[in-house]
Nanobody, 122 residues
């Protein structure tokens, strides 16, 4: 059973940056996909970014493309989400997820972290 632990959330102002981290217990194989989702109050969980553990193939939602960057450190079993030029509409609980299939639907992913809150004030 893989466990994922996110960190790095917080309260920031519009235009600020944050870097989220997600560390996984257990082995991650190169064909696995790691993703970041977010869920704002009263809204459904939505895809933000994903990366293949091999390092190839990053993909972003239109709402974060050009501002967020996903990366991973295989030695630390950690995936990151660098978030720049943050906006109030980025306010949400951010979750990392791991799965063996490529996709931006939450149902594709098998393991989830507990989430970390990001709040962007205007």
């Amino acid at each position: 059973q893989m466990q994922l632990v996110e960190s790095g959330g917080g309260l920031v102002q519009t235009g600020d940056s944050l870097r989220l981290s997600c560390t996984a217990s257990g082995r991650i194989f190169i064909n696995y996909y790691m993703a970041w989702f977010r869920q704002a109050p009263g809204k459904e969980r939505e895809f933000a970014a994903r990366i293949k553990w091999s390092g190839t193939g990053t993909y972003y939602s239109d709402s974060v493309k050009g501002r967020f960057a996903i990366s991973r450190d295989t030695a630390k079993n950690t995936v990151y989400l660098q978030m720049n030029s943050l906006k109030p509409e980025d306010t949400a609980v951010y979750y990392c997820a791991v799965g063996t299939l490529n996709g931006d639907q939450a149902s594709v992913y098998d393991y989830w972290g507990q989430g970390t809150q990001v709040t962007v004030s205007s």
